[in-house]
């Protein structure tokens, strides 16, 4: 009677068949990349690898994928090392990678390409946002690593062009898993400590390998965050990294890049000189036509008779006070005339003038001024106020109306 088998049991030979087979240990497979997925928060990658007839189920683990220096497409052609096993829970046979590598393209260029285009969408590349690199820097700051020829390449151009100039070391390792974190490290250290005028960061020549560091977005997005303008000077002038495009300036070697940020001293000194020489050429031209000015005043002007300004103040002086003579006299005949008017006015309503025309005013025994003869009895005194003096008088008789 045939066996058999469960399920378990059948996927598990399958699978101990396929281990013990070497053909299908570290394995190398071709093909086209669909269905690609990056599986967050684990990092795996699933995927599915095809040809033009047939296709077989994929997965990268975090720990291999991390080392891929390049991020898969779908429709990408790559080639992977890994070994065939069976996904005994669902009874898949899936190729279990551990590296991959692009068909026909070098992964570390694929990898720079595809960096260089994310970060020239994100606009780090931009001309507007780079910083202008000082003329006169005090001093350097310098990222790359303590023992290697760049360092010395760096200083020799620097003590030759200006030995006036100082220049503080932030030392990094520019090769290896470490140094893209360091290289970013010491680039914002310089910005914390705020003490250098610009940076130069590189280092000398080199494989693509070798140069890693300075295409890393680490190292990208560290200079361009730098509020201190940076010159990257990393490898020889055919080598271009995308340090080199994220930075402020470009240099093609390290000494280059001291070339570049450090002003010679000798034309330092000779422009000193000749601007010195112009403003004294200035301000000796400046006090001969001043001085000319002066001489022209002293002839020509009221330097020539110093109290001619006087003069002719005093004469001023006088004609002022005649207008205000003749104006007070104006003044006041007005204000005569006008008095006079009025005291005619006031005289015309005086009792006075009136009396003067040959009337009288008669007051009572009481001083009050009689306007009817009802007022007054026979017999009794009165008053009589004329022009010139006054008369007492006795009523002999009166009357009602006169006659």
């Keep these: 009677m045939p066996k058999i088998w469960t399920v378990t049991e059948l996927t598990r030979e399958i699978s101990q068949t396929l281990s013990e087979n070497p053909d299908f240990i570290k394995c190398w ?13 684990s990092g795996h990658w699933y995927f599915t690898l095809k040809d033009e007839s047939s296709s077989i189920k994929g997965v990268m683990f975090r720990s291999r994928a991390e080392r891929v220096r390049f ?11 890994g070994s065939i096993r069976i996904y005994e829970r ?13 068909s026909g393209v070098g992964a570390l260029y694929l990898a720079f390409e595809q960096l260089k285009e994310r970060l020239a969408q994100e606009g780090l590349f931009d001309p507007e946002r780079k910083k202008p690199i000082p003329r006169f820097p005090r001093r350097i700051g310098i990222v790359t690593s303590p023992t290697g020829a760049a360092l010395r390449d760096i200083i020799k151009v620097m003590e030759r ?20 974190g360091e290289v970013a490290q010491a680039i914002a250290r310089l910005n914390r400590q705020a003490q250098v005028d ?39 002038e055919t080598d271009v990294t995308i ?61 020539s008779n110093p109290f001619w300004r006087v003069d002719q103040n005093r004469q001023r002086l006088d004609a002022l006070s005649e207008r205000l003579e003749q104006g007070m006299t104006r003044f006041v005949s007005d204000k005569n005339g006008i008095l006079r008017l009025l005291a005619a006015k006031l ?8 009396l003067g025309r040959g009337y009288s005013l008669t007051y009572g025994p009481k001083g009050n001024v009689l306007r009817h003869s009802d007022e007054i009895n026979v017999g009794q005194q009165v008053q009589v106020r004329l022009q010139q003096g006054a008369l007492t008088c006795a009523v002999l008789a009166k009357s009602s109306d006169p006659k």
């Excluded at 991020?71 to 090392?81: H, R, Y």
């Excluded at 062009?161 to 898993?177: D, F, K, T």
């Excluded at 005289?347 to 009136?354: H, K, M």
């Design 90 to 102: 669902d009874g898949n046979i899936q190729l279990y990678a551990e590296e991959m590598q692009p």
């Design 347 to 354: 005289d015309l309503l005086s009792p006075l003038a009136i």
């Design 198 to 236: 610009v940076i130069i960061v590189g280092r000398g020549g080199g494989s693509l390998e070798e140069l890693w560091a300075f295409n890393t977005v680490e190292v990208a997005r560290a200079i361009a965050a730098s509020g201190i303008p940076v010159i990257s000077a990393v490898g020889h």
């Design 243 to 303: 340090a080199d495009m994220v930075a402020d300036l470009r240099a093609p070697t390290p000494s280059a890049a001291a070339e570049l940020a450090v002003p010679l001293w000798m034309e330092l000194k000779a422009n000193i000189a000749q601007l010195e020489s112009r403003l004294r050429n200035s301000m000796a031209l400046q006090i001969h036509q001043k001085r000319q000015r002066v001489d022209s005043l002293k002839s020509i002007g009221p330097l």
């Design 71 to 81: 991020t898969p497409q779908d429709g990408m052609k790559v080639l992977i090392q």
């Design 29 to 41: 497979v071709s093909g086209e990349i669909s269905n690609y997925k990056n599986h967050r928060p």
């Design 161 to 180: 062009r200006n030995p006036q100039i100082s220049w503080i070391l932030a030392p990094a390792a520019v090769q290896g898993e470490l140094a893209p």
